[in-house]
């Protein structure tokens, strides 16, 4: 009879196990509560509801666990918490417990082993903006993953392993501003993917397996401003595959494994300010190409196939301020006036391409902006003066080259020097140049080298060049004046015996004056008196007469000897 009756009962009266274990959440919770309020905070970070390894807070409502064993997500911890951030564990799915965290904004559970996420798991999360599971072994998510975060602006899924992303998958965040699907395996994207992010401004598809730009995938996303896609196989760049991101401020094709890109490739992007296209296999610098980027401020190009950067090699692209060309295995020369078109440069750097020994007189030069250089770790092993405006930088690296210590480098060890002495430019972080060669010099600072020691006979480079300027000019300005003296010779002489001459007599008056004066005239031809019949002169006459003479000779009259008078 009693068994009986208790059988009875059991059957009339038992409870189904969904309320069980409701009932059983609900006096979990009550307790929770009931300790919040009877305990202080100081107590109450000493109970049992703050795992072994976590860091718990009701001041602030943050919870913190650092690198620990648990599996599973607690559903003891203060049920109004704002930030839970569970990093470095063995957590492997987030299951109903969710829902206790109603009032959560911040939540990360990276480096997890996170590969299963049933339907509306954050259907409870309406409060919150960011949501980091990067680093866990997610392999896929659907268009119900994310029910409920209406208020989601960061959403973080890198290094997990998703393949693809269905249509509508981030329909449940509208406010997404954030999206970072980087270093997956993704390979097929849907058109209709990010259909309803309108305000998305950052994506990452970097590091995928995507063999083509997404272009139609991407039609949505209007106010997109940042765009990470490079590590992935494009190949090449198909025509404006960008232009319905007209308000992309910077796009990432770095590894790429890029080609050749087209006139027409960034056609759309006239606001595009940063730039990547380094590690590449372009075999030329794409001139004409970037051309049409005319607000470019930023440039990487390193890692790619050209061998020279050749004159005007950025021309078109007259606001570009950092160009950076590093860890290119081909490229041996920088050419002079290679970026003369790009007067507002501020920083360059050119660096570990090991095969670069030339940069040639003036091809940094002309930027008058110009502050920062790096032109560490190149084969190079000598420099010019001319090269650059040297006394403008504030930071300049050269070392891990093989420079020559010579003669040749004394003007920048004399530059170097001034400019730690602070007399010479603007006060500039540099980095010691230390020499390669002769072996006599071999690791020793340039800086610290007497001219002496680098072979300089005299103490001044470029004293001896102005020396020699002035002998070759002197040189020049006596040959000149010799040859001017040889060609005006006669017209010099007239001048200068018209000055000795003063007097108006000239050289054959004077001959004549010697040769027939008058007592030698009177001598020759006596004056018979006038009954000789003959014609008598007086020496006044004569006097008269040479005087005449002279005066006509000086008319070109022609004079009549003095023996047809």
Known sequence: MTTHTGSNRSRGHRCPRGMMLSLLVAVTVGMVMAAAVVVSPVEAAGLANCPLGCQCDDDTLVVTCGEGQLDVLPIVLNPSLQRLVIKNN??????????????????????????????????????????????????????????????????????????????????????????????????????????????????????????????????????????????????????????????????????????????????????????????????????????????????????????????????????????????????TRIESGAFAHNTNLEEIVIASNKMLTEVQDGALSGLPHLRRVVLKDNALTTLTDGMLSWNDLVELDLSENLILCDCQILWLRNLLVSRSNGTVGAAAQQIPVVCASPDRLRGQVLQSLSPELLGCTHPDRQQQAIICVVLVSAAAVLTTLALVIYKCRRRIQEAVKGSWGSNGIGRKEREYQKTFSEEDYSARHPHPGPPGGGLAIHPTTLNNYQINHQHHHSHGIRHIPVTEL
Do not use: C, W
């Open 90 to 331: 063995k957590i492997k799915t987030i299951d109903s417990s969710m829902q206790f965290y109603a009032e959560l904004t911040f939540l990360d559970l990276s480096y997890n082993h996170l590969f299963n996420m049933p339907p509306r798991t954050f259907a409870y999360q309406r409060k919150l903006t960011e949501l980091h599971l990067n680093h866990n072994k997610v392999g896929s998510i659907t268009n119900k993953t994310f029910v409920g975060l209406v208020a989601l602006t960061v959403l973080n899924l890198r290094g997990n392993f998703l393949d693809e992303l269905p249509e509508g998958v981030f329909a449940g965040v509208p406010k997404l501003e954030e999206l970072n699907l980087g270093q997956n395996r993704i390979a097929k994207i849907d058109p209709k993917a990010f259909a309803g992010l309108t305000g998305l401004r950052v994506l990452y598809l970097d590091d995928n397996t995507i063999s083509a730009v997404p272009s139609p995938a991407l039609q949505p996303l209007r106010a997109l401003g940042e765009l990470y896609i490079g590590l992935n196989s494009f190949a090449a760049i198909p025509k404006e595959a960008f232009a319905m991101l007209t308000g992309l401020a910077k796009l990432d094709l770095e590894g790429a494994a890029l080609l050749n890109v087209s006139r027409d490739s960034f056609r759309g992007l006239e606001r595009l300010r940063t730039l990547d296209l380094s590690d590449n296999r372009l075999a030329r610098i794409p001139t004409a190409e970037l051309a049409v980027l005319e607000r470019l401020e930023e440039l990487s190009l390193g890692q790619n196939d050209f061998e020279a950067i050749p004159p005007n090699a950025f021309a078109g692209l007259n606001n570009l301020r950092l160009l950076d060309i590093s860890g290119s295995l081909k490229l």
